[in-house]
């Protein structure tokens, strides 16, 4: 039971740092960004061909290093954000809406198909492997004590992420970006260039989805396309709009909700009387994982038709200084 | 021909912009003296909000020139255009309806050093917070003498037509331009909100701020211009002081008409 908390609760550090990126790009700047899967893939990839060393026997991958665990993950968020820095200087040019959508979703699937075909990159679909508990060695841990050290590594990582969010949130960056997210026309008369505002936030949500996914990868050990259907990213942007589209506290929440959903609604669907009984399932275990999805898009339609501004709705600044008109209030 | 004294708040010559086969500007040319208030008037399909679309960078001109502070204007993108002092308005109200009234006021001023990514996060010392409650404090003003005071702690997306009209109003005396274009300010405006808007024009130009308004509404152009010019067909057919188009027999056929008979 230990095991099963510490395990989860790191997974939910992680998957908290994935929201909290997606949250600048959809949550401020206000673009449906498809492709934010591929950053944490890419920093996943990355992570592990700078650290497991070279390629053995019939494996292929491009570079093979044995760095230390953090340069690694330096490196592998850098390459994050400059593959969000060429996505998005395609697909901000002209495209809102829609449109904008359609393209980071080509844009993701030809990074998956890519690093699925392509077997020189990342080994195609074997993946990669082979990172043991990174930094577990400085610090003398054996496999069971790295369990807790990861736990708190994530936690910690989680906690400056949402820390530096918090800033960025009140600062007059995140200011910009929500008005580009209301009226990017208005944001343009008043001085805003629209295109490099955007890019900005779309190059930092990409980099902390990158930081993320080299969390990711050393909580797996490997990756591989297995991993990362671009799909995933919906169960990310259902986290961010259950919890509250914009508001740092309330992606934490819809993590931490949606979590528990999609790793507890299913486990009591087999003592629901009526439903098919124990036996069906055991017949057909993809079920269990069909519903999942079914539940998650239930949680989905529901939030966005009876509360879209989720649990807790982005907050705004409440000036409380006195302020007396002097002209009469206008209805 | 340019001496300082004379040198107009804007110089627009030969602008003209097709779409398809349809010319929609057409060598449009027309100046906006310094410090006035200048009307442009014309029936629906004249060109006008084409032509403030050229003049403010949202669109592109086929040809023709753009002067501003004796700068060339035409080919620069909005926020540059924004950015050197000449500020517009839509013909419906764009405010950020997410935001609070005082959010509206506060971000309607661009500042290059902290809205970069490492001047807003990395340098947040204390002289820019000083910088941020020096805003509040000017925009709290602002808010009281549109009489929004009240309403600033309200998201400006649930004000209403009229309301959101002064949080525009306020949002460009925030952003302290050399030259604002009105479109259409009065379209679904009360007479008392009107009034209001006449007095925050005067109180543009008291500042130093030149005005250009397009609007179909004649007698607040009466009221509150000192130039006017006409277009029609995407060309300016004629201006001068209000009261001299009445007698212009072009203007009348092509805009006036019932109006001025009446």
């Not at chain 1, 790009?25 to 492709?35: H, K, P, T, V």
């Not at chain 1, 991958?61 to 954000?81: D, E, S, W």
């Not at chain 2, 003049?55 to 023709?64: R, V, Y």
């Amino acid at each position: 039971m230990t095991q099963y908390l510490v395990s989860i609760l790191s997974e939910g550090a992680v998957f908290g740092i994935m929201a909290l990126g997606l949250n600048v790009i959809w949550g401020w700047s206000g673009d449906f960004d498809l492709a934010y899967y591929g950053y944490i893939a890419v920093g996943a990839y990355m992570t592990l061909v700078l650290t497991i060393g070279p390629a053995q026997g019939d494996a292929h991958y491009i570079l093979g290093q044995h760095l230390p665990y953090p340069l690694a993950v330096v490196i592998a968020v850098v390459t994050a954000m400059a593959v969000g820095l060429i996505v998005g200087a395609i697909a901000l040019r002209h495209l809102r809406g829609i449109y904008f959508s359609i393209v980071t979703l080509g844009a993701v699937y030809v990074m998956y198909v890519f690093a699925g075909q392509y077997t020189p990159l990342f080994d195609g679909f074997n993946g990669l492997s082979g990172l043991y508990d990174p930094m577990g060695d400085w610090f003398g841990l054996d496999f069971k004590s790295y369990q807790y050290f990861f736990l708190g590594l994530s936690l910690v990582m989680f906690a400056l992420v949402y820390l530096f969010m918090a800033r960025v949130s009140g600062s007059r960056f995140g200011m910009a970006l929500r008005t580009l997210r209301e009226d990017e026309r208005a944001a343009a008369a008043f001085g805003r260039d629209i295109y490099r505002l955007k890019l900005k936030g779309y190059v930092l949500g990409a980099g902390v989805g990158g930081f993320a996914g080299a969390l990711f990868a050393a909580y797996l050990g490997a990756f591989n396309t297995s991993a990362w259907a671009p799909v995933e990213v919906i169960v990310l942007y259902a986290a961010v709009l259950v919890g509250g589209r914009g508001n740092i506290m309330g992606v934490a929440l819809g993590v931490l909700i949606m979590g528990v959903i999609v790793q507890e609604s299913t486990r009591f669907l087999p003592q629901v009387p009526g439903l098919y009984g124990m036996q069906f399932l055991d017949q057909h275990p993809q079920i269990l994982l069909a519903a999942r999805g079914a539940i998650i898009g239930l949680v989905l339609v529901l939030f966005l038709r009876f509360r879209p501004q989720g649990l807790l709705p982005e907050r705004r600044y409440v000036d409380s200084q006195p302020v007396i008109d002097v002209a009469p209030q206008t209805s | 021909m340019s001496a300082p004294a004379t040198t107009p708040a804007l110089e627009v010559r030969g602008l003209t912009k097709r779409f398809g086969g349809v010319v929609a500007v057409d060598g449009c040319s027309f100046e906006a003296p310094l410090g006035q208030v200048t009307g442009l008037i014309g029936p629906n399909g004249a060109g006008k909000s084409t032509a403030i679309d050229l003049i403010s960078g949202f669109k592109l001109p086929d040809s023709g020139t753009v002067l501003f502070k004796g700068r060339a204007l035409e080919g620069l993108p909005p926020h540059v255009i924004s950015r050197l002092g000449l500020i517009r308005t839509f013909q419906t109200p764009r405010e950020w309806p997410g935001l609070t009234v005082l959010e509206n006021v506060v971000m309607a001023r661009w500042d290059a050093g902290r809205e970069g990514f490492f001047g807003g996060l990395v340098r947040m010392g204390h002289a820019q917070r000083a910088r941020t409650e020096d805003e509040l404090v000017r925009a709290r003003e602002i808010l009281s003498e549109f009489g929004l005071g009240a309403l600033r702690n309200e998201r400006a997306g649930n004000l209403s037509g009229g309301q959101k009209r002064l949080v525009e109003f306020a949002r460009m005396r925030m952003a302290q331009p050399q030259l604002v274009i009105l479109d259409e300010p009065m379209g679904g405006v009360n007479p008392v909100l009107g009034e209001r808007m006449a007095l925050a024009i005067e109180a543009f130009v008291a500042t130093g701020t030149s005005v250009i308004v397009v609007e179909h509404n004649l007698p607040f152009i009466e009221r509150v211009t000192q130039h006017v010019i006409v277009m029609a067909q995407g060309t300016v057919i004629a201006e001068g002081p209000f009261e001299s188009l009445r007698s212009n027999q072009d203007v009348v056929d092509a805009y006036l008409g019932e109006q001025v008979r009446q």
